[in-house]
T-cell receptor
Framework: AQSVTQLDSHVSVSEGTPVLLRCNYS??????LFWYVQHPNKGLQLLLK??????LVKGINGFEAEFKKSETSFHLTKPSAHMSDAAEYFC??????????????FGTGTRLTIIP | EAGVTQFPSHSVIEKGQTVTLRCDPI?????LYWYRRVMGKEIKFLLH????????ESGMPNNRFLAERTGGTYSTLKVQPAELEDSGVYFC??????????????FGAGTRLSVL
């Protein structure tokens, strides 16, 4: 079984300040973890993924996330927020490849607002 | 290369009517997935096709939902008869087969279904 908890439903930061979106997961195996982003009227876009390689994962648009097994966390960060980062962000878990199960399990989403 | 395309973008129907949603995956992608987000809830898995075969339909809520993928290309999701609780955003995703998948599912923009 697997589950994801996004600890904040809404986060507001000022432009140019750091972003932290928190995610904790629960899994009975070593999962693959993802962050997806959805801008208004757009599809879900993959930001980054962790699949048991390096624990610090770099994604697009300056985002990165660190996999911490001891804390079962996969928080998303960005050093300096930009207005274009305003969107909804989803933390996602899935079983590793070869597990015979490809369904993604989503968190409830965090809506990021950027204050000018 | 075209991404995952979903039609319509928005559908408004009355309770008891039938609605058919369509998904065109990325060309050449054998895997096709349907997900749904009911308002205020997380995005949840509905089912997974490999080509024209249903690999996993464990997330389908009840027998009012029928998914098809004739010929292994586009897929349709029919809701008949629609109920109020079916309102939400229906997402489709696709990925290539095997190692080419790289553990990534590519999403469409979704169809927003409103049942009145």
């Amino acid at each position: 079984a697997q589950s994801v908890t996004q600890l904040d439903s809404h986060v507001s930061v000022s432009e140019g300040t750091p972003v932290l979106l928190r995610c904790n997961y629960s899994s009975s195996y070593s999962p693959s973890l993802f962050w997806y982003v959805q801008h208004p009227n757009k599809g879900l876009q993959l930001l980054l993924k962790y699949t048991s390689a390096a624990t610090l994962v770099k994604g697009i648009n300056g985002f990165e996330a660190e996999f911490k097994k001891s804390e079962t966390s996969f928080h998303l960060t960005k050093p300096s927020a930009h207005m274009s980062d305003a969107a909804e962000y989803f933390c996602v878990v899935r079983p590793p490849l070869g597990f015979g199960n490809e369904k993604l399990t989503f968190g409830t989403g965090t809506r990021l607002t950027i204050i000018p | 290369e075209a991404g995952v395309t979903q039609f319509p973008s928005h559908s408004v129907i009355e309770k008891g009517q039938t609605v058919t949603l369509r998904c065109d995956p990325i060309s050449g992608h054998d895997n096709l997935y349907w997900y749904r987000r009911v308002m205020g809830k997380e995005i949840k898995f509905l089912l997974h096709f490999v080509k024209e075969s249903k690999q996993d339909e464990s997330g389908m809520p009840n027998n009012r939902f029928l998914a098809e993928r004739t010929g292994g290309t586009y897929s349709t999701l029919k809701v008949q008869p629609a109920e109020l609780e079916d309102s939400g955003v229906y997402f489709c995703a696709s990925s290539p087969r095997g190692a080419l998948a790289k553990n990534i599912q590519y999403f469409g923009a979704g169809t927003r279904l409103s049942v009145l």
